[in-house]
């Protein structure tokens, strides 16, 4: 089954394709070297995607200009910045608040929760993304982390400064 995500909005302003394709130019090579670091260090997270590796999935981070398309097909990887007027076909949709994306990677938030508190959206074929999601909580250690590290201490104070500001945003929430 293939979908085709919608915008968030079908209002767009002057220039917005601008500059989210100026965005994606700009975490593209960052994006490039973070997926070719993932599959040479957890080579065995694509294997437990079974049939689901071919699957185009749409990652949405809803506040951000872009949108993020992820093969995970070790043959033909790709992970990619997508501005939000050229959004491709997907055969699943994930779409969240950025920093609850970055957790769910890492498995430090609950995606059950996430989803029935309607906090995260999955649309089109929920089964490789509940492989994608078990194929990431088998795995051992932080995607993150390791990301975050390839960049040195730049990285790190990067990752540490997000994490403290959204523990900050989520203070007076009830727990997850």
């Known amino acids: 089954m293939t979908v085709q995500s919608p915008t968030r909005s079908q209002l767009r302003l002057p220039g917005q394709g601008a500059v989210e394709r100026l965005a994606c130019a700009v975490?593209?090579?960052i994006l490039s070297r973070i997926v070719r670091r993932i599959a040479d260090t957890h080579p065995t997270l694509f294997a437990r995607l079974g049939p689901h590796q071919t699957t185009d999935f749409l990652i949405d981070p809803v506040e951000l200009p872009f949108a993020l398309h992820l093969r995970p097909d070790p043959g033909a990887l790709v992970l990619r910045a997508v501005p939000r007027d050229a959004l491709p076909l997907a055969g699943a949709v994930i779409r969240g608040k950025f920093m609850l994306l970055l957790e769910l990677v890492d498995s430090e938030e609950d995606g059950d929760a996430a989803f029935f508190s309607r906090d995260l959206?999955?649309?089109g074929d929920t089964?490789?993304?509940?492989r994608l999601r078990n194929a990431l909580d088998d795995m051992d250690g932080s995607i993150?982390?390791?990301t975050a590290e390839m960049f040195g201490p730049p990285g790190r104070a990067i990752l540490a400064r997000l994490r403290r500001s959204y523990s900050t945003d989520t203070k007076g929430d009830e727990p997850r």
Do not use: S
């Open 127 to 130: 089964e490789a993304v509940v």
């Open 27 to 29: 975490v593209q090579p």
């Open 121 to 123: 959206e999955v649309t």
């Open 144 to 146: 993150i982390a390791d």
